[in-house]
Structure formats: structure tokens, C-alpha cells
Nanobody, 125 residues
Framework: QVQLVESGGGLVQAGGSLRLSCAAS????????MAWFRQAPRKEREFVAA????????HSADSVTGRFTISRDNAENTMYLQMNSLKPEDTAVYYC??????????????????WGQGTQVTVSS
């Protein structure tokens, strides 16, 4: 089992920045990939970015490429999402996810068996 706890959400003006953190605990050695997803009101949850736990290979959604940067600190068992140039359409609950498998695409929800509780990000115009 893996436990995930997100932090760092909040209210920011358009053009501002926030950094989200996701602390992992439990069976860390089983993790292959970690990711961020988000869900805006009345919309389905969508992929934001992912990173392989050992190699640090990253993949981001087109909507955030160039603005958001995903990273991880293996020593601290923590993943980050640095969000710059935030837009009102980035407003959503952001979820941290972890996978201990290689099934499904890195951007597909079903790959991830462990989820955090979510943290709200609100971008005002």
C-alpha cells in the first residue's frame, strides 16, 4: 500500500505561481510512476503530468506544457508540480496519483491505483 498526501493548493491571481507537493509513504519501492490529475467543476478528471519514479522521465498534457513542471525528490519521497503563468482555466482540484504497475498509458487514470485526497487550486482573473 502507498499513501499520498497533497499540499500547496490555494488562491492565486492569473499569471501567478503555485507549487504543489505530494508526499508518499508506505511501500515506496513498488512505485513505478507518479502523476498529477485535475478535475474542474462539472468536468471529468484529466491528466496533467507524470514522472517515472526512478528515471525521472516526464510527460505533460499539451495544455500545461511550458507552464507546469513536474519533478520528484526520491530522498524525500515527494513529487512536485511547479505551476507558473496560471490561468483561470487551471482552476480545479488537483490529485496526486501513484502506480505500481506498467499497464495502461502513463496518462491514463486506470494505470494509477493510489490517489491522494486532492488539493484545491483557484486562479482568479
Amino acid at each position: 500500500q502507498v499513501q499520498l498526501v497533497e499540499s500547496g493548493g490555494g488562491l492565486v491571481q492569473a499569471g501567478g505561481s503555485l507549487r504543489l507537493s505530494c508526499a508518499a509513504s508506505g511501500n515506496i519501492f513498488s512505485i513505478t510512476t507518479m502523476a498529477w490529475f485535475r478535475q474542474a467543476p462539472r468536468k471529468e478528471r484529466e491528466f496533467v503530468a507524470a514522472i517515472t519514479w526512478t528515471g525521472g522521465i516526464t510527460h505533460s498534457a499539451d495544455s500545461v506544457t511550458g507552464r507546469f513542471t513536474i519533478s520528484r525528490d526520491n530522498a524525500e519521497n515527494t513529487m512536485y508540480l511547479q505551476m507558473n503563468s496560471l490561468k483561470p482555466e487551471d482552476t480545479a482540484v488537483y490529485y496526486c496519483a501513484a502506480s505500481d504497475s506498467a499497464y495502461y498509458s502513463i496518462s491514463y487514470e486506470l494505470r494509477y491505483g493510489y490517489w491522494g485526497q486532492g488539493t484545491q487550486v483557484t486562479v482568479s482573473s
